[in-house]
T-cell receptor, first 114, second 113 residues
Framework: EAQVTQNPRYLITVTGKKLTVTCSQN?????MSWYRQDPGLGLRQIYY???????DKGDVPEGYKVSRKEKRNFPLILESPSPNQTSLYFC?????????????FGNGTRLTVT | AQSVTQLGSHVSVSEGALVLLRCNYS??????LFWYVQYPNQGLQLLLK??????LVKGINGFEAEFKKSETSFHLTKPSAHMSDAAEYFC???????????FGTGTRLKVLA
């Protein structure tokens, strides 16, 4: 089944403890992206990648890191999480770097930082 | 900067009534436009998309949207609401100039029995 898989679905952590949210897609998509969803703010892009080893900042990249060593994987790293990073995170992928193909989304990771 | 505006963060309709969710975009060049639906505890699913060609786009679950360049709008409609339509709906635009997808803030649809 074609899908974007995020893990974990739920994560509770403490301020400053490094964490990684994994994202993997099995559709051979070039484009991958991370979003955070907050009430009243919709989805805001954190980072995106147009292909392997090519990443770029989105609208809210502060406090996050990503890497794209393989086409299928695009992990999101929080080196020192803070409470303002408590949010619902989505990974998404798309078959074309140039668009306009729609995004395929994972089921989300709900992160709580205390 | 390109933006997507969804009017009404919450919309309530009676079962069987018309659903109208509004979306306006700002762009000097018409972008590619999408509507997504999000059910509780799930990711976003594509409802429909407009790229080029016919301005009335039909999607899944009986939804459709009309691209109106003169009004910079892409409103989502469904003739008759069903209880299962209760969800949050997001309008999004893709800009080929910046290679970015931009989302509206979402509209939560409530369907009343």
């Amino acid at each position: 089944e074609a899908q974007v898989t995020q893990n974990p679905r739920y994560l509770i952590t403490v301020t400053g403890k490094k964490l990684t949210v994994t994202c993997s897609q099995n559709m051979n998509h070039e484009y991958m992206s991370w979003y955070r969803q907050d009430p009243g703010l919709g989805l805001r892009q954190i980072y995106y990648s147009m292909n392997v080893e090519v990443t770029d900042k989105g609208d809210v990249p502060e406090g996050y890191k990503v890497s794209r060593k393989e086409k299928r994987n695009f992990p999101l790293i929080l080196e020192s999480p803070s409470p303002n990073q408590t949010s619902l995170y989505f990974c998404a992928s798309s078959p074309q770097s140039g668009g306009p193909e729609p995004l395929h989304f994972g089921n989300g990771t709900r992160l709580t930082v205390t | 900067a390109q933006s997507v505006t969804q009017l009404g963060s919450h919309v309530s309709v009676s079962e069987g009534a018309l659903v109208l969710l509004r979306c306006n975009y700002s762009s000097s060049v018409p972008p590619y436009l999408f509507w997504y639906v999000q059910y509780p505890n799930q990711g976003l699913q594509l409802l429909l998309k407009y790229t080029t060609g016919a301005t009335l786009v039909k999607g899944i679950n009986g939804f459709e949207a009309e691209f109106k360049k003169s009004e910079t709008s892409f409103h989502l409609t469904k003739p008759s609401a069903h209880m299962s339509d209760a969800a949050e709906y997001f309008c999004a635009a893709f800009s080929s100039g910046t290679y970015k997808y931009i989302f509206g803030t979402g509209t939560r649809l409530k369907v009343l029995a």
